[in-house]
């Protein structure tokens, strides 16, 4: 086992660089040697440094037998947090527009002793029987960093056909789930809040969303909050721009 510094080290090898076959996350194995992610992103994971604000918080505030709804599950790099920390008596259902990443979230669970429950939709965050027409039109536009992209407007140059969209109601019934809790890191999305409140159901006791100010901007992102406030959530953990939200 080489040092951490050692392994930075030897990463910067010009042509060749050595790569370690994982990069460890709180006891979380993420796959680094034969991954498709860019050298920077790669040294990223390997110093820890990936969404730590949201995984702080998932260890904080979700616990054993919980039903997660995630929305923005990407790699399936905090899923597997989120797996973790339900144990065998809980649920995870991930959510993600971006079907070129399933392979990676699959390889990521099954590393970490985990399966996933994956479903293939864009996200109209909102407890409802439809979803409008405004947002069924939108696609998906993705980032130069794979474990990134956004939901596009369908009339950006960059986005792509996306895959059917579906509110968080018509999720869990395609799923089975009753939620208690709801994760969201959907990259500027949920300002949909800031005109549709989320009207989520009762059983769903705690929200963990990281807000985008720098794209949906810094009143709307107090508005995105403001709407769970008014369904009766209280700001019970910040760390960065990721918040948790109890209610009951």
């Known amino acids: 086992k080489y040092s951490r510094l050692a392994c930075s080290l030897l990463t910067r090898i010009p042509w060749f660089p050595i790569w370690p076959k994982f990069a460890d996350l709180e006891g979380i194995r993420v796959p680094i040697r034969d991954s498709a992610f860019p050298p920077r992103l790669r040294r990223h ?100 960093n794979p474990l990134g992209g956004m939901v596009g407007s369908g009339q950006d140059e960059l986005s792509t056909p996306g895959p059917t969209a579906l509110s968080l109601k018509q999720i869990s019934e395609r799923a089975d789930l009753r939620p208690s809790v709801l994760i969201a890191d959907i990259e500027g999305t949920e300002g949909v809040w800031c005109e549709t409140p989320p009207v989520l159901p009762e059983s769903i006791k705690t929200v963990i969303i990281e807000i985008h100010p720098q794209l949906v901007g810094v009143a709307s992102a107090g508005a995105t909050i403001q709407a769970l406030v008014d369904e009766k959530f209280r700001v019970a953990g910040i760390s960065g721009e990721v918040l948790a939200l109890t209610r009951g």
């Open 45 to 144: 994971l390997m110093r820890g440094g990936y969404e730590t604000d949201e995984r702080r918080l998932v260890q904080e505030f979700v616990s054993e037998g919980d039903r997660v709804l995630e929305l923005g599950a990407s790699s399936g790099i905090v899923t597997s947090f989120l797996r973790r920390q339900v144990g065998s008596g809980g649920r995870v259902v991930s959510v993600e527009g971006n079907g070129a990443l399933k392979p990676y979230f699959d390889r990521v669970l099954s590393e970490n002793g985990f399966s996933g429950e994956w479903i293939d939709a864009i996200c109209f965050p909102v407890w409802s029987d439809v979803v409008p027409e405004s947002f069924r039109s939108r696609g998906f536009a993705a980032a130069s």
